[in-house]
């Protein structure tokens, strides 16, 4: 049985295509409390499970029953001991990739960086390239997760990628999510009103109002899905901040090359 995998670095977009396409296989609204409990189990998107659940002691069992082929969402590196069980079995990569610049601040929110620490948080994050929790994680800095995923043959040899811009979902939704379920073979033909259905039922709009119906821990500013803004300049963490950014696209060829190719170097 041939499987894809659903990759990103954290606070890149994953968690909402694993909505999207949850709505889509579904096809129906999703009830106030399914798609927001992605804590101690995120078994409600069973749309594309974590492997991070699945490998866990109480992990969660393979969703056999779906007819369309499993896919694994994951932020682990591509070669991390968890993934080497699927080395042979793995036929697609489907990766997420967003302006690291976005993801700083997606980040900080989720965090709950402190008002006084935002501005060490994002220098921290350009001086290494990423989070170094997450990294300690088995995440990698942006850049690794990036440039590891995308060309993951080392480590998934049978493995056809697919990378969708986060930018490219926010502007449009509907032709994204097309080509992710044409990718993902879960359709001979995409029907496009489905497709436009599970958009709807997934704007981010909606899927906050849904976390906070729910109850979930973590009110207002740390909501699990923030506005998914694109685009945003450094400079609100002070100007040397912005600056501190473009100087790495300057200096460091490897991170300016990776964010020149997908269109973060501006």
Aim: charged letters at 25%; aromatic letters at 10%.
């Amino acid at each position: 049985m041939s499987l894809a995998w659903l990759s990103s670095y954290p606070k890149s977009g994953n968690t909402w295509v694993r909505i999207m396409l949850q709505n889509y296989l579904e096809d129906r609204p999703l009830e106030t409390d399914e798609p927001v409990q992605w804590r101690g189990g995120g078994s409600k998107i069973s749309a594309v499970a974590d492997i991070a659940d699945l490998s866990s002691e109480s992990g969660l069992s393979w969703p056999s029953h779906q007819a369309v082929p499993p896919t694994l969402k994951t932020h682990f590196l591509p070669g991390v001991e968890v993934h080497r069980p699927y080395r042979e079995t793995t036929s697609k990569v489907l990766y997420i990739v967003r302006d690291p610049r976005d993801v700083i601040h997606s980040a900080e929110r989720h965090l709950d960086v402190s008002p006084k620490h935002r501005a060490a948080f994002a220098r921290h994050f350009i001086a290494h390239h990423g989070f170094e929790g997450w990294r300690r994680t088995g995440w990698g800095s942006w850049v690794e997760n990036v440039s590891e995923w995308v060309n993951p043959e080392r480590h998934f040899p049978n493995a056809q990628v697919c990378v969708v811009r986060y930018e490219d979902m926010k502007s449009d939704a509907v032709g994204s999510l097309s080509r992710i379920v044409t990718f993902l073979e879960w359709d001979d033909r995409v029907d496009g009103a489905r497709v436009e259905r599970a958009v709807r039922n997934s704007e981010l709009d909606r899927l906050r109002e849904q976390q906070r119906q729910a109850n979930e821990p973590g009110k207002g500013r740390n909501l699990f899905f923030g506005q998914g803004l694109s685009g945003q300049s450094l400079a609100d963490y002070g100007e040397d901040v912005e600056e501190s950014y473009l100087r790495l696209l300057d200096e460091d060829s490897t991170f300016a090359d990776v964010a020149k190719r997908w269109g973060y170097s501006n």
